[in-house]
């Protein structure tokens, strides 16, 4: 039994950064795609950005290309979601997740192709 655990979430100014975690725990390996999506005022939550099972490929939504940035470290079981220039349409719950079937290696960008998933953080920017 895997869980994904976020951390690094908290409020911050406009233009500040924050650098986001998503760690395994349990016995299993991660090494599958993994995402961060994000919910804001709105029920639904959005993809922000995905990487592949080997670090080799990221995407990105339109809204945060070029000042997020995605990355994971396999050997560590952990993977990151370094975010600068935050404005306040940021401010959202955060979340990782991870398209936990095998043979998985592509980024997808629906909630539903992803089955494992963390609890979330808060991201707070002020204006």
């Known amino acids: 039994q895997v869980q994904l655990v976020e951390s690094g979430g908290g409020a911050v100014q406009a233009g500040d950064s924050l650098r986001l975690s998503c760690a395994a725990a349990?016995?299993?390996?991660?090494?599958?795609?993994l995402a961060w999506f994000r919910r804001g005022p709105g029920p639904e939550r959005e993809f922000i950005a995905g990487?592949?099972?080997?670090?080799?490929?990221?995407t990105y939504a339109d809204s945060v290309l070029g000042r997020f940035t995605i990355s994971r470290d396999n050997a560590k079981n952990i993977a990151y979601l370094q975010m600068d220039k935050l404005t306040p349409e940021d401010t959202a719950v955060y979340y990782c997740?991870?398209?936990?079937?095998?043979?998985?290696?592509?980024?997808?960008?629906?909630?539903?192709?992803?089955?494992?998933w963390g609890q979330g953080t808060q991201v707070i920017v002020s204006s």
């Open positions: 349990g016995q299993a390996s991660i090494t599958y795609p």
């Open positions: 997740a991870v398209d936990f079937r095998p043979g998985a290696v592509a980024v997808r960008q629906r909630l539903g192709d992803y089955n494992l």
């Open positions: 990487i592949t099972s080997n670090g080799g490929g990221t």
